[in-house]
């Protein structure tokens, strides 16, 4: 991987440190290009005529990342935010009384709210599968809860408040032998290292094109197995996702457009093919492998310093590093940092209630380097947080 390359086409490299890139990953110059360019077009021919001149492109974007995560092209429903896409899938999952959600401790914040919106709306009940000594999600006492009144599986992959990479292959196998739904919020791990459904084995997979695909804000997918789809009652009919039978009724999209609206941002889809194109020319295997060992780096780096400790979970942690300078509020490290030209960000409890339920330990300084992240960088920020923290104490 040729990072001054790579940095050279990133222009935000060239003013900040970026070490948020769990929040919004850097635009890529090729992909500023391409948006720009579909803006222009729209201007100048009009929006829908731009549309129609660009649906290669716009199909080269689902393809791209059903080939990403190795699904097909059909599978793939675009949305506006990994949110939405995830709540096309979990409303479409048909439950009733007795029935059992099972998560993880490790849960993204909406997620949880969903769950118990539905349980209180239906009788279905929610089961928090509790961590092993590792802190990742105990996959024998999950394989303990899975009987018949479990109707889905949900879990965060990686979650918002720290480098944990839970288990995913082994919850698939679980929930694969049980044949019941998985649905894999994948919001933090897609473009930071390879994420294959038919080696996890879920069934229906949401992700955000903003964070480590470095795609632009307000995009979003949901990734859906052809076999799956007979499971799901998709909970919005409209004229994108069904037409009109003529009579009293409609019939669903094919494939996962079933689960999309009528209207989207093709600036943004155009944006987030070329972010996925970018991200399949680099190869996921050499992304994660850089972005692990930045991760591991800083971890190791911040763990060293005086009065300094990082938080995160799980035996298999990537690039996102959560950390707390005793002390010294998580927000005030942020915003120091922030003055300095370092961009990070702070966990936030109710973002991970379950998590937080267990450790009172949010909110943290959240790092998250990317592949275009410098080692010179991570020590730049390390350097601060060493000399920023005792001065902000002091204040
Ligand atoms: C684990 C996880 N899931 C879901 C989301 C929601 O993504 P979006 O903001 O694109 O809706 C986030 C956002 O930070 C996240 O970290």
Same mark, same amino acid.
């Given at each position: 991987?040729?990072?001054?390359?790579?940095?050279?086409?990133?222009?935000?490299?060239?003013?900040?440190?970026?070490?948020?890139?769990?929040?919004?990953?850097?635009?890529?110059?090729?992909?500023?290009?391409?948006?720009?360019?579909?803006?222009?077009?729209?201007?100048?021919?009009?929006?829908?005529?731009?549309?129609?001149?660009?649906?290669?492109?716009?199909?080269?974007?689902?393809?791209?990342?059903?080939?990403?995560?190795?699904?097909?092209?059909?599978?793939?429903?675009?949305?506006?935010?990994?949110?939405?896409?995830?709540?096309?899938?979990?409303?479409?999952?048909?439950?009733?009384?007795?029935?059992?959600?099972?998560?993880?401790?490790?849960?993204?914040?909406?997620?949880?709210?969903?769950?118990?919106?539905?349980?209180?709306?239906?009788?279905?009940?929610?089961?928090?599968?509790?961590?092993?000594?590792?802190?990742?999600?105990?996959?024998?006492?999950?394989?303990?809860?899975?009987?018949?009144?479990?109707?889905?599986?949900?879990?965060?992959?990686?979650?918002?408040?720290?480098? !944990?990479?839970?288990?995913? $292959? %082994? &919850? +698939?196998?679980?929930?694969? =032998?049980?044949?019941?739904? /998985?649905?894999?919020?994948?919001?933090?791990?897609?473009?930071?290292?390879?994420?294959?459904?038919?080696?996890?084995?879920?069934?229906?997979?949401?992700?955000?094109?903003?964070?480590?695909?470095?795609?632009?804000?307000?995009?979003?997918?949901?990734?859906?197995?052809?076999?799956?789809?007979?499971? !799901?009652?998709?909970?919005? $009919? %409209? &004229? +994108?996702?069904?037409?009109? =039978?003529?009579?009293?009724? /409609?019939?669903?999209?094919?494939?996962?457009?079933?689960?999309?609206?009528?209207?989207?941002?093709?600036?943004?889809?155009?944006?987030?093919?070329?972010?996925?194109?970018?991200?399949?020319?680099?190869?996921?295997?050499?992304?994660?492998?850089?972005?692990?060992?930045?991760?591991?780096?800083?971890?190791?780096?911040?763990?060293?310093?005086?009065?300094?400790?990082?938080?995160?979970?799980?035996?298999?942690?990537?690039?996102?590093?959560?950390?707390?300078?005793?002390?010294?509020?998580?927000?005030?490290?942020?915003?120091?940092?922030?003055?300095?030209?370092?961009?990070?960000?702070?966990?936030?409890?109710?973002?991970?209630?379950?998590?937080?339920?267990?450790?009172?330990?949010?909110?943290?300084?959240?790092?998250?380097?990317?592949?275009?992240?410098?080692?010179?960088?991570?020590?730049?920020?390390?350097?601060?947080?060493?000399?920023?923290?005792?001065?902000?104490?002091?204040?």
């Amino acid at each position: 991987m040729d990072v001054n390359a790579l940095r050279a086409e990133t222009p935000g490299c060239a003013y900040r440190v970026h070490l948020n890139n769990a929040g919004a990953g850097l635009l890529a110059q090729p992909t500023l290009d391409a948006m720009t360019a579909h803006l222009r077009l729209e201007a100048e021919t009009g929006g829908y005529e731009a549309a129609a001149a660009a649906q290669d492109t716009i199909s080269a974007a689902y393809a791209g990342i059903a080939g990403l995560l190795g699904g097909r092209a059909d599978e793939v429903a675009l949305f506006d935010n990994a949110t939405h896409a995830w709540n096309a899938a979990f409303y479409s999952v048909p439950l009733g009384p007795g029935d059992r959600i099972l998560t993880g401790r490790a849960e993204y914040g909406s997620n949880v709210l969903a769950y118990w919106q539905v349980a209180r709306r239906t009788g279905a009940e929610v089961v928090v599968v509790p961590n092993d000594c590792h802190g990742q999600l105990d996959t024998s006492a999950l394989a303990g809860l899975v009987d018949e009144r479990v109707k889905l599986i949900g879990v965060s992959h990686v979650p918002t408040s720290g480098g !944990l990479v839970n288990p995913a $292959a %082994e &919850i +698939g196998r679980i929930a694969r =032998d049980a044949r019941v739904l /998985f649905l894999l919020d994948a919001t933090q791990s897609v473009g930071q290292f390879p994420v294959d459904v038919n080696a996890i084995g879920c069934d229906l997979l949401t992700a955000t094109g903003r964070k480590f695909l470095r795609g632009p804000r307000g995009t979003g997918f949901l990734w859906v197995a052809a076999a799956a789809l007979e499971r !799901l009652d998709p909970f919005v $009919a %409209e &004229i +994108g996702s069904a037409t009109w =039978d003529g009579g009293r009724g /409609f019939t669903w999209a094919g494939g996962a457009r079933r689960f999309e609206s009528w209207e989207k941002s093709y600036a943004n889809i155009v944006g987030l093919g070329a972010a996925v194109r970018q991200a399949l020319q680099l190869g996921a295997g050499a992304i994660g492998a850089r972005t692990a060992m930045l991760g591991a780096r800083l971890r190791g780096q911040l763990d060293a310093l005086p009065g300094v400790s990082t938080h995160d979970l799980g035996q298999v942690r990537c690039a996102i590093v959560t950390a707390r300078v005793e002390g010294v509020p998580a927000a005030d490290v942020a915003a120091a940092l922030g003055r300095a030209g370092v961009n990070v960000s702070t966990t936030v409890a109710e973002h991970s209630p379950l998590d937080t339920e267990d450790r009172a330990v949010h909110p943290l300084v959240r790092f998250s380097p990317h592949y275009y992240n410098t080692e010179g960088e991570l020590d730049r920020a390390v350097g601060l947080v060493a000399a920023i923290a005792p001065k902000v104490r002091n204040r």
